[in-house]
C-alpha cells in the first residue's frame, strides 16, 4: 500500500489518509471496483456507494435486468428503487462524512441530491467523471439528463477523452482533467502460449462491442483473406440483421464477451489483437489501447493522432486508417513472426514505462483534487 508522505498533504486541506465515497453502479470490476482498489492502495479509505444489485440480477457473469419494472425506472431515472439509492446515498454521505466524494458514471443521482450531499458536506471536494461521451451526438439526453445538470455542483470535472474539456468548461466548469483510461496490472498480462487452451488461439481476434461504424466490413475481410478471426464482445446480435446471408462472421455466433481469464486468454491466444474506436463516442482511444500491449500481443488499431503520439508507429502498435491499409499491415503481422514480436514487446514496455495503469492514474488523480484542495483550504 501506498501512503503519501506528510509533505504531500502539508500545504491541504485533506487528511493524509483520505476518506473517499465512490459512487456508480459498480457492475463492472474494471471501473468503480479497479479505481476503489487503487486508490485503497494509495492510502485513501474508500466506501463504495453502487447500486447494480439493485436493478440487476447475473447470469454467466452478466448483469440482466431483475425485472421490465426495474429496467424502466432505470432508463427513465425515476421510480421507487432510484429514489430509494438516492435517499440511500445521502444517508451514506453523513454517516461517512468523507473527505472526497467522487461521482464515476453516476447518472442515477438527481441535481437535488447532490446539491444537499453539498450542504451536508461543506468540507469536502466534489468530482464528477465518465468514461463514456455524455455531450455525444448519439447519447440520449433523458439518459445524461441528472448527470449533466448536476455538473454545476462539483469542484473538478474530470473527462474522458481531450474533446470533453471543451464540453465541461461550456457547462461553467473552471478545474476540468482528464483522466484517462488504463490497464490493470493484476488483470491484464501475458500469458504463456502452452496456458491458453487451444480455442483462443488464432491470427486475429476482436475483443469489443458491436457498432454500425464498418467494423463488420473489416471483419468479414479478415476472414475472406483466409485468417482465422475469434470475435468476443457484446451487442452483436444487433449486426445479424446486416450481415449478408452468406457473411462468414455467422459461423462466429453466438458471440459473447470474454470475461476474466477468458478475456487474457483472448488476447494472449491471437498473433493479432484489433483495436476498433468507438465513433458513437466520438474516441480517439480506448482501454483497450492500453490492454493489448499490457498483455504483449501486437495491437492493430484504428489510426487517431493521439495513439500515434503515444506509441510509435510500426514499432510499439501498428494502425491503419482504412480496409485496405489493414488487410496489409495484418498480413505483415500474421507472416513475420520476428517483426510482431518485436512490436509487442516495445508495446508492453510503453505501457508501463509511460504510467498507462490504473495506480499511475490514480495518482495523478489524487494529485490534482490535493491541488485543487489546497488552493480551496
Known amino acids: 500500500m ?12 485533506l487528511p493524509k489518509s483520505p476518506k473517499i465515497l465512490l459512487v456508480g453502479d459498480f457492475a463492472w470490476p474494471w471501473y468503480q471496483e479497479a479505481c476503489a482498489l487503487s486508490l485503497e492502495h494509495h492510502g485513501c479509505i474508500v466506501t463504495r456507494f453502487g447500486w447494480v444489485s439493485d436493478f440487476n440480477r447475473w447470469v454467466s457473469a452478466i448483469p440482466v435486468y431483475r425485472s421490465i419494472f426495474h429496467r424502466i425506472q432505470f432508463r427513465l431515472r425515476s421510480g421507487p428503487v432510484v429514489w430509494g439509492i438516492n435517499r440511500r446515498l445521502i444517508k451514506a454521505a453523513v454517516e461517512q462524512n468523507p473527505d472526497i466524494v467522487w461521482f464515476y458514471n453516476a447518472t442515477l443521482i438527481s441535481p437535488k441530491v447532490v446539491r444537499e450531499m453539498r450542504v451536508l458536506l461543506p468540507n469536502a471536494v ?45 457547462l461553467g466548469a473552471s478545474h476540468v482533467h482528464l483522466f484517462q483510461a488504463y490497464f490493470i496490472r493484476e488483470d491484464e498480462y501475458p500469458v504463456p502460449a502452452d496456458q491458453i487452451p487451444a480455442k483462443f488461439k488464432c491470427d486475429v481476434v476482436f475483443a469489443g462491442h ?23 464482445g457484446g451487442g452483436w446480435d444487433s449486426a445479424l440483421k446486416q450481415l449478408r446471408p452468406d457473411s462468414p462472421l455467422r459461423d462466429k455466433y453466438p458471440v459473447m ?16 489483437a484489433l483495436c476498433f474506436l468507438s465513433a458513437a463516442n466520438e474516441d480517439n482511444y480506448t482501454r483497450r489501447s492500453f490492454q493489448i500491449p499490457a498483455m504483449k500481443t501486437a495491437m492493430l488499431s484504428q489510426h487517431t493522432d493521439y495513439l500515434e503520439a503515444i506509441y510509435q508507429p510500426d514499432i510499439e502498435a501498428v494502425f491503419f486508417k482504412n480496409k485496405t491499409e489493414m488487410l496489409e499491415k495484418l498480413r505483415i503481422l500474421v507472416e513475420n513472426d520476428k517483426k510482431r514480436q518485436e512490436i509487442a514487446d516495445a508495446g508492453y514496455q510503453k505501457v508501463y514505462s509511460a504510467g498507462h495503469d490504473v495506480n499511475s492514474r490514480i495518482k495523478v488523480f489524487l494529485n490534482q483534487v490535493i491541488e485543487y484542495s489546497s488552493t480551496k483550504k
Not at 260 to 268: G, L, N
Request: glycine share 6%; charged share 25%.
Open 2 to 13: 501506498m501512503v503519501f508522505k506528510n509533505d504531500d498533504l502539508a500545504s491541504t486541506a
Open 257 to 272: 464477451p470474454a470475461m476474466k481469464e477468458d478475456y487474457r486468454y483472448a488476447i494472449c491466444g491471437a498473433k493479432v
Open 126 to 170: 466534489f468530482c464528477q467523471y465518465s468514461n463514456d461521451n455524455p455531450f455525444s451526438k448519439t447519447a440520449g439526453y433523458g439518459f445524461w439528463s441528472h448527470y449533466l445538470k448536476s455538473s454545476k455542483y462539483f469542484d473538478l470535472h474530470f473527462a474522458f477523452r481531450h474533446r470533453n474539456l471543451a464540453d465541461y468548461q461550456r
Open 210 to 232: 458491436y457498432e454500425n461504424d464498418g467494423r463488420v466490413n473489416m471483419l468479414e475481410a479478415i476472414c475472406e483473406a483466409g485468417y482465422t478471426l475469434n470475435l468476443f
